[in-house]
């Protein structure tokens, strides 16, 4: 989904950064809010690239990576497979449960993991400022 203040949001750091905001800056993040599921570079690249056939690998790639460091993206990671990324812009906190075998992503929302992390950092006096549960193991379709 995208949301206006996405865009201001990934505008606004891009101008911090004392980067050029581009058109080519603009259908990146607009395909990339728009996508469904856990996207990796070269899946964001077919997209882009249907919309606009000049925009090159290596300036999705840089794209997403701004798009993941001003905290509208999070990175997810399995072993030595190719890293994914999902908008966080828009969307409720929710922890995934990952198959190793046909790699499948299920989103999970569960209140009492949230409070049991709230009271784990407040018993060690730390104050979280994000956090991601992955928990690892065969769908259901795999076993």
């Not at 906190?93 to 784990?120: G, M, S």
């Amino acid at each position: 989904m995208i949301t206006p203040n996405a865009k201001e949001i990934f505008r606004g750091y891009i101008k911090a950064k004392g980067l050029r905001h581009t058109w080519q800056r603009d259908t990146i993040i607009d395909a990339f809010l728009s996508a469904a599921g856990h996207l990796t570079v070269e899946e964001l690249f077919q997209i882009v690239t249907r919309i606009h056939p000049g925009i090159g690998y290596a300036t999705v790639h840089r794209n997403l990576n701004l798009i993941r460091e001003c905290g509208l993206a999070d990175e997810i990671k399995i072993g030595n497979e190719k890293t994914r990324f999902e908008p966080t812009c828009g969307r409720t906190h929710h922890d995934h449960l990952i198959c190793l075998k046909c790699k499948c992503f299920i989103e999970v929302n569960n209140n009492q993991i949230e409070q049991l992390q709230e009271r784990l950092a407040e018993a060690n006096d730390f104050l979280p400022l994000r956090h991601k549960l992955e928990i690892y193991g065969l769908c259901k379709n795999c076993r």
